[in-house]
């Protein structure tokens, strides 16, 4: 059996990882190979034999002790033979001393235990349309939407520290800047209350993240980013489960449930805002 040699995936091979996920069924955006490397221009791992790329992962380390685990994506023809073990172990290696999550597909979840991970809850993916709505929910007297372009990226860098556990401002600058991308925030004498990003994917659009102070915030939010892309075009928000609020904006806009994934970390669960939560940023990434 030859050696696996990992090394880390160079910022032009990226699409690589793009295609593999999109192979697999989980529907990257178009443009996330930037923002995707902003966030660790090391923490994507490639897996080589005789130079053939054959298996990938991200081990993404977030300030001084968190990490995220994704694209864990062994081709098919190299599964079973033991290149996914061996890429695993140096990712959980890159990621030591770090309290690490990843969003796990169920049936792997046992597999995730034995790493010591630990269930914290679980993500729903749900489906629905584009397109404006006959009644967007009306906003208090002193909301409003506003373009996130519109204001200083600090205070968009501040709001959302509360609902991850580490900095990521030069994720969050890239991802807010891919093509054919909208952004809008709701303000409340001027302070930011919530904000929502909509981006184009290999199949329709995603919204991640969706944070917002209420439940009508989140809603109108969710509306106005649906109001951006075309009617007929699909529509994805990945919904934690466990947040009542949020699972009752996908129902009540009639997003019906794809599949879910196993929210997991190896420390404790962190102390973010997850009522606040109504769409994750991502699967891959947190």
């Not at 991200?58 to 081709?75: M, P």
């Not at 404006?132 to 205070?155: K, W, Y």
Request: aromatic residues 10%; proline residues 8%; hydrophobic residues 45%.
């Amino acid at each position: 059996m030859p050696t696996l040699t990992i090394r880390p995936l160079q910022r032009a091979e990226m699409a690589v990882a793009l295609d593999w996920a999109a192979a697999e069924g989980w529907n990257p955006g178009h443009h996330d190979a930037a923002p995707f490397h902003a966030a660790d221009p090391q923490g994507f791992l490639l897996g080589l034999l005789h130079d053939e790329p054959v298996a990938l992962i991200s081990a993404v380390r977030y300030g001084t002790d968190s990490g995220f685990i994704g694209f864990y994506i062994v081709k098919p023809r190299w599964r079973g033979q033991g290149h996914g073990w061996a890429l695993w172990q140096a990712a959980l290696a890159r990621l030591a001393g770090r309290n690490v999550g990843l969003d796990g597909v169920l049936a792997q979840q046992a597999n995730y235990l034995k790493s010591g991970f630990k269930l914290a809850w679980r993500n729903i993916r749900y489906q629905g349309h584009g397109g404006a709505v006959d009644e967007p929910p009306a906003l208090g007297s002193r909301e409003r939407i506003v373009p996130l372009a519109s204001l200083p990226f600090q205070a968009l860098a501040d709001y959302d520290r509360a609902f991850f556990p580490a900095e990521r401002s030069g994720f969050l600058r890239s991802w807010i800047a891919q093509p054919q991308t909208q952004g809008l925030g709701i303000v409340r004498d001027q302070c930011l209350i919530g904000y929502g990003v909509v981006r184009p994917c290999r199949t329709g659009y995603k919204i991640g993240p969706l944070f917002a102070a209420t439940p009508n915030g989140a809603e109108a939010l969710f509306t106005a980013l649906c109001a951006q892309v075309p009617a007929d075009a699909p529509v994805f928000l990945d919904v934690p489960e466990l947040h009542a609020d949020a699972v009752a904006l996908a129902e009540r806009h009639r997003l019906r449930p794809l599949f879910e994934t196993a929210r997991m970390y190896t420390g404790p669960v962190p102390d973010i805002a997850l009522p606040r939560t109504y769409g994750i940023t991502s699967f891959e990434l947190g």
